[in-house]
């Protein structure tokens, strides 16, 4: 029975490796996404704190890595969603954006679901000490179902 962890990796020969041992895996290439609209599987979330910035204070933080599978590979985004008042909004969109959250009701925050869950978002790219790194610009809402026709105008025969 093999076990995966979080980033759906086979952890059954998950083992400290010898000096002396065999390697034959490579690393996974970095994709580079171009810019747009992706849908996401959170693969991995962490809570730490941030220690606070000249823009924001001292407050909890949920580090987020989100899985984007393209035609070209996957690629892995490491998102920071930060616990204060000021960035209530963009923590609010992310939930919305993965459907527990509706606009203008209120939600109690379940972390317990964040793994695993899909949702879509505006990825661009930033420059950060010379190189560049795909990031998330703005979550966005899930694409509303196709609704069934409501029966008013249904005519039996009619085509």
């Not at 990796?9 to 065999?22: A, N, S």
């Not at 407050?59 to 000021?86: P, Y």
């Amino acid at each position: 029975m093999s076990i995966f962890n979080s980033i759906g990796t086979d952890i059954t020969d998950d083992r400290e490796l010898g000096w002396d041992d065999e390697i034959e895996k490579d690393s996974a290439s970095f994709i580079m996404l171009p810019e747009g609209e992706y849908e996401f599987t959170v693969k991995e979330f962490e809570r730490t704190r941030y220690n606070g910035g000249d823009k924001l204070p001292a407050c909890n933080q949920a580090k987020l890595k989100l899985e984007v599978v393209t035609e070209k590979g996957t690629a892995v985004i490491s998102h920071n969603l930060f616990l204060h008042s000021r960035t209530e909004g963009m923590v609010s969109a992310f939930f919305v954006a993965i459907g527990q959250k509706k606009h203008g009701e209120k939600l109690k925050m379940n972390w317990s679901k964040v793994i695993g869950a899909k949702g879509r978002a505006k990825i661009g790219t930033r420059e950060h000490n010379g190189n560049t790194y795909n990031e998330v610009k703005r979550f966005l809402e899930p694409e509303a179902a196709t609704q069934p026709a409501s029966g008013k105008n249904f005519k039996p025969g009619s085509f």
